[in-house]
């Protein structure tokens, strides 16, 4: 039989051992506590950010500016006419960062004439936006960021003259490339389907040509005879519109639109240029006016390649290469 002192001796041990099964059991019980609490205290954080998350997921994504771009990219868009010089700085979509600046065109104007009045239309821009590129629409031919033709600028000397460059060496080098007037307006207006025209109405007539958004080899429709040996610019022209008044006028531009539509079979006719404005007859469903400021933010579309590639104007725009 055990011993009175055994047994207490090993009482005592039981009860140690209960004791100190206690003391863990609040151990554990305290740390539980101590993890539920540092959880709540993170859950608001984490809901936050799953919440952050969704949100991101159903927020729509922002439109990538024009192909070759970059989101911060300023474009210095020039737009050349026979009345009046216009620029602006726009970024990769065509949104237009700054205001407008305008100048009268200097006639006669020869080529170095045309370089010096536009670095100093454009010198306040450059110094307030600091573009990285240039696009300029001009009143004619052109080829190469070579102007072939001037008839509204003063046409004599014009030819074969590298006026992009001329100016790029006067604002401090930038990229640039330069193509018709009505060809950079029509980069701003055009939806990218089918064949789509654009003609405007300015001092002259100016014509483009898309397919599915790419631009066509120039036509310059304008210097073609189109009533009684009278161009397109002499019997729609600013001047026209001057000697036969607004009435007569608006007869001739909607004989016009019938013989574009024979000629071109154009899905959609685009009407650009200061004179749209003095149109007073109703259009058909497929002819639209722009606005007078797509003739300036047509200059961002102008570095996306698919634009230009058709015209083999630009080397490095040739996809197919």
Partial sequence: MPTRKKT?????????????????????????VAAKKAAATRRPNAAASKKATASRKSAPAARQPA??????????????????????????????????????????????????????LVKPLLE?????????????????????????????????????????????????????????????????????????LGTGAGTALFRDGELMPHLELAHHPVSKNRTYDEYIGGHARESAGDKQWNKRVE????????????????????????????LPANVAIVSNAAGIEGGARLWHPRSVRETRQFSDADLRK
């Fill in 8 to 32: 207490a001796a090993s009482r005592k041990t039981s009860a140690k051992k209960v004791v100190a099964k206690k003391a863990a059991a609040k151990k554990v019980a305290a740390k539980k």
């Fill in 255 to 282: 004989k016009i639109i019938g013989v574009l539509e024979r000629l071109v079979n154009y899905d959609r006719l685009w009407i650009g240029g200061g004179n749209a404005a003095n149109l007073k007859f109703d």
């Fill in 67 to 120: 192909g070759g771009l970059n989101a911060r990219d300023r474009i210095l868009a020039i737009d050349i006419g026979g009345t009046g010089l216009k620029a602006a700085v726009i970024d990769g979509n065509g949104k237009m960062l700054s205001e407008r600046v305008r100048v009268a065109t200097p006639h006669p104007c020869t080529p170095e004439q045309m370089a010096d009045t536009l670095a100093k």
């Fill in 128 to 200: 307030q936006h600091h573009p990285t590129r240039m696009s300029m629409g001009f009143p004619g031919v052109v080829r190469e960021n070579r102007v072939l033709t001037a008839p509204n600028i003063g046409d004599e000397g014009w030819h074969g003259v590298p006026l992009a460059d001329m100016l790029a060496k006067r604002v401090g080098g930038l990229p640039v490339r330069m193509i018709n007037d009505a060809e950079m307006q029509g980069l701003a207006a055009i939806e990218g389907h089918g064949l789509e025209f654009v003609l405007t």
